[in-house]
T-cell receptor, first 112, second 116 residues
């Protein structure tokens, strides 16, 4: 069956460290993968999009990788700050569906 | 530029009632998608509208319906509410329809619906 899996357990890290979140997918062949941030009580906010022919994408302290062989995307936040605490969602669009499918998200908690 | 707005923000209904939620997309955006978010199921796609036409629909019963107006504003309706319909309903807009997964979606703050 088709699945997008993100670690459901919260990730707790210390301020200044690098946070790494994982998104694994099964039985999809997406051309793009997106990452969003969601704060409690708010809608998701788009962060980054990576194409299948891109190995890595960066934006300020954020870095996303996309391994179509492993069917995995990694999302890194370097020099993490308490303000980075939120739930991070990955999303992809299965071929020929025109529907954006989201993972269940991983909650990141950065403590001082 | 104003973001996506949704009204109402909070709603309490009882089983069997119906509800209408409204979404105003970012100015110039022509595509509106609706999602249901629950702790157990995460964010699930309901439907997408573009140019007043439903382009796509998720796996939800016919009690869930929507429409889009000529100004791109959209409404979704849920009839015969069930307890399981309690959720955060999110609307997202984009310039063009989602196709291939490269279109960025801009989400509203959501409508929190509680069915008693």
């Amino acid at each position: 069956s088709q699945k997008i899996e993100q670690n459901s357990e919260a990730l707790n890290i210390q301020e200044g460290k690098t946070a790494t979140l994982t998104c694994n997918y099964t039985n999809y062949s997406p051309a793009y993968l997106q990452w969003y941030r969601q704060d409690p009580g708010r809608g998701p906010v788009f962060l980054l999009l990576i194409r299948e022919n891109e190995k890595e994408k960066r934006k300020e302290r954020l870095k996303v990788t996309f391994d179509t062989t492993l069917k995995q995307s990694l999302f890194h936040i370097t020099a993490s700050q308490p303000a980075d605490s939120a739930t991070y969602l990955c999303a992809l669009e299965p071929s020929n569906t025109d529907k954006l499918i989201f993972g269940t998200g991983t909650r990141l908690q950065v403590f001082p | 530029k104003a973001g996506v707005t949704q009204t109402p923000r909070y709603l309490i209904k009882t089983r069997g009632q119906q509800v209408t939620l409204s979404c105003s997309p970012i100015s110039g955006h022509r595509s509106v998608s609706w999602y249901q978010q629950t702790p157990g199921q995460g964010l699930q796609f309901l439907f997408e509208y573009f140019s007043e036409t439903q382009r796509n629909k998720g796996n939800f019963p016919g009690r869930f319906s929507g429409r889009q107006f000529s100004n791109s504003r959209s409404e979704m309706n849920v009839s015969t509410l069930e307890l399981g319909d309690s959720a955060l309903y999110l609307c997202a807009s984009s310039l063009e329809p989602t196709g291939g997964g490269q279109e960025t979606q801009y989400f509203g703050p959501g409508t929190r619906l509680l069915v008693l």
